[in-house]
């Protein structure tokens, strides 16, 4: 082998050593990248989970507020329903206690006029006593 072969075969050895360091660099930095891109996504994946939790134990609690409500209007609509059937009544009651009132001044009116034609009728009959 000459020296030039020599030389040629060292250049061609470093020149293939630096090239698989090249690509080996490469690839490191290609796997870090990947592995730092799953974490990455594992991270957010990891903060969704926490969301979707908090969301979950947000509608939980609307839905037990929500069927608390619906009892409470429920509860309101028997109490206006009682409160409409007990005005009815009253408002019945109040006629009937219109309508006795009515009838009783009307007995008024006739106990009066009884009682002047009987004052005068007895006034007349004392005027013949004399």
Do not use: N, P, W, Y
Not at 61 to 81: C, I, L, P, W
């Amino acid at each position: 082998m000459s020296e030039r072969e020599a030389g040629v075969s060292t250049l061609a050895v470093v020149i293939i050593v630096v090239a698989v360091i090249v690509l080996l660099a490469l690839f490191a930095f290609a796997m870090r990248r990947s592995a730092e891109r799953r974490r990455e996504r594992e991270r957010q994946r990891e903060r969704l989970r926490g969301e979707v939790e908090g969301h979950r134990q947000e509608a939980e609690a609307h839905v037990a507020t929500a069927q608390e409500k619906k009892q409470e209007a429920a509860q309101e609509q028997r109490s206006a329903a009682e409160h409409e059937a007990a005005a009815e009544r009253h408002a019945q009651e109040a006629k009937e206690h219109k309508r006795r009132a009515a009838e009783a001044e009307e007995r008024v009116g006739r106990e009066e006029r009884a009682s002047e034609f009987h004052g005068e009728r007895a006034s007349e009959r004392e005027q013949e006593l004399d």
